[in-house]
């Protein structure tokens, strides 16, 4: 006697077996989409690996850690196919069901009150620069970073990050007379001075004396403790960093009362790159709705291009977006970059002006690796070297065309990002970073252009006949 024979056997045995088979499919759905599944766990692997066991990773703020943007790229990642194979369809355990909403929306400032000056930190407009889209041909768009609400750059989300994971670790506590030291030349230890006052401790900042004025001023407004040293090797133990990391150690070693200090050490510490990784590269990823060819930055202690890039290639899979170092005259990423090897040719006896980077630009440009620009070294495509003449000449340039009111490292990064446009096919979409504004950097920056009479005189309509840079036919 068959099924056939009994139709409402058959019908109920047609029902179990969709039943069971709806059953596999559910388990096995995340098989199904491999992709979704390796970056998550890609994410938590990349976590494990670069957290410090001095420094915690709070959670990042605005709860934005993902955001998956591109559907044509594929994960390349070798282990990624064992990784899979953990759900009930593949004969593993069972698979936990996580709501991930948050990883997608875009960190935005609240439209209500938001909680302290914290909450004025990150959500920064994506600007598209007419004049540099205009004479590209490309869309040339930058990060506005120097609109974040504390100290004005992209700093802010450093130390806050910072600052929060000395907190989860015991190593700040609020009212205990705690105080943050920093050796900086100048946006970090701003940042830091605004923040620390704000969470209830003290700032020290220790900065090089060739250093623009207007920001130790602004330090001693912010009512920061500022010591402004002579220019040193970083082997030597005068060097600002040392010495702001020996001013912590003397602190917490007296005993004149229960305070501690804390150095922040933002050259080395991971949650440097991560508050990166965890915010501005996915606002970047969710303002060009993933669509961008490049992304530029400048490297100071390296942990904006890292995180950036980290995201946008690792988290969210954009495989393809080139990752490109703007780089001024002096320094030597450039040299690793292209060539492997850190060496500028004013490092050569005889010829150096300066210990530290022979150029007019602060805040980028450096001679050595750090930590936080190692965690990303190996996904930087490219570099392009900036002479101080030609981001004189753009900071002028943005201000005549865009009005857009610049710092040096910002206009070294504009030019870059001119360069590498012009690499890429029409059309092509590049993001960068406009970091500070050019209230900081009048005694020296701005000072110069007035010198050089980019002011006054009649300068060429011709953005590539400006900064010299031969345009592809």
């Known amino acids: 006697m068959s099924l056939s024979d009994h139709p409402r056997a058959y019908g109920t045995a047609a029902v179990a077996i969709a039943f069971a088979a709806g059953v596999l499919v559910t388990l096995g759905f995340k098989d199904l989409y491999p992709d979704l599944e390796s970056r998550y766990q890609?994410?938590?692997?990349?976590?494990?690996?670069?957290?410090?066991?001095?420094?915690?990773?709070?959670?990042?703020?605005?709860?934005?850690?993902?955001?998956?943007?591109?559907?044509?790229?594929?994960?390349?990642?070798?282990?990624?196919?064992?990784?899979?194979?953990?759900?009930?369809?593949?004969?593993?355990?069972?698979?936990?069901?996580?709501?991930?909403?948050?990883?997608?929306?875009?960190?935005?400032?609240?439209?209500?009150?938001?909680?302290?000056?914290?909450?004025?930190?990150?959500?920064?407009?994506?600007?598209?620069?007419?004049?540099?889209?205009?004479?590209?041909?490309?869309?040339?768009?930058?990060?506005?970073?120097?609109?974040?609400?504390a100290g004005a750059s992209p700093k802010d989300r450093v130390a806050l990050r910072m600052i929060e994971a000395a907190e989860a670790e015991g190593l700040l506590v609020p009212g205990r007379g705690d105080t943050i030291y920093e050796g900086t030349v100048g946006s970090t230890g701003i940042s830091i001075a605004a923040l620390a006052r704000a969470k209830g401790y003290r700032a020290h900042i220790c900065m090089p004396d060739d250093q623009s004025l207007e920001k130790s001023d602004l330090l001693h407004h912010l009512g920061a403790t500022v010591e402004r040293v002579p220019v040193a090797p970083i082997a030597s133990p005068e060097h600002f960093v040392n010495l702001a990391r020996r001013r912590a150690a003397e602190h917490t070693a007296s005993e004149a009362d229960d305070s501690r200090g804390f150095f922040a050490d933002q050259f080395e510490n991971p949650a440097n790159y991560q508050a990166h990784q965890a915010a501005t590269g996915p606002e970047i990823a969710a303002q060009t709705a993933g669509r961008l060819d490049a992304f530029v930055a400048g490297a100071g202690t390296g942990g904006t291009i890292a995180g950036v890039a980290r995201y946008l290639k690792d988290d969210a899979q954009l495989t393809d977006v080139r990752i490109v170092l703007a780089d001024p005259q002096g320094s030597g990423l450039y040299n690793k970059i292209r060539h492997g090897v850190m060496y500028s040719a004013t490092e050569r006896e005889g010829t150096r002006r300066r210990q530290q980077v022979d150029s007019i630009v602060e805040g980028v440009g450096i001679n050595r690796v750090t930590e936080n620009f190692e965690a990303g070294r190996d996904l930087v495509d490219d570099a392009v070297r900036v002479s101080d003449d030609q981001a004189c000449r753009m900071a002028r340039w943005l201000v005549e065309h865009d009005g857009i009111f610049i710092g040096s490292s910002s206009a070294v990064n504009c030019v870059a990002a001119v360069v590498t446009a012009m690499k890429l096919p029409a059309g092509s979409r590049v993001v960068t970073i406009l970091c500070d504004s050019g209230t900081r950097h009048l005694s020296k920056l701005w000072k110069k252009i007035g010198e050089m009479g980019l002011e006054d005189e009649p300068k060429p309509d011709d953005l590539f006949t400006l900064l010299a840079i031969e345009k592809p036919r």
């Open 42 to 149: 890609q994410k938590r692997s990349w976590a494990r690996k670069h957290r410090r066991p001095s420094t915690s990773r709070p959670p990042p703020r605005g709860g934005t850690t993902d955001h998956s943007t591109s559907t044509n790229n594929t994960n390349t990642n070798p282990n990624a196919a064992s990784r899979r194979r953990s759900s009930l369809y593949w004969g593993g355990g069972p698979v936990s069901l996580e709501d991930h909403d948050h990883e997608t929306a875009l960190t935005q400032r609240s439209p209500g009150i938001v909680s302290g000056i914290e909450g004025c930190i990150g959500g920064t407009p994506l600007v598209e620069i007419h004049s540099l889209s205009a004479a590209t041909g490309r869309t040339i768009l930058a990060k506005a970073e120097f609109l974040n609400g």
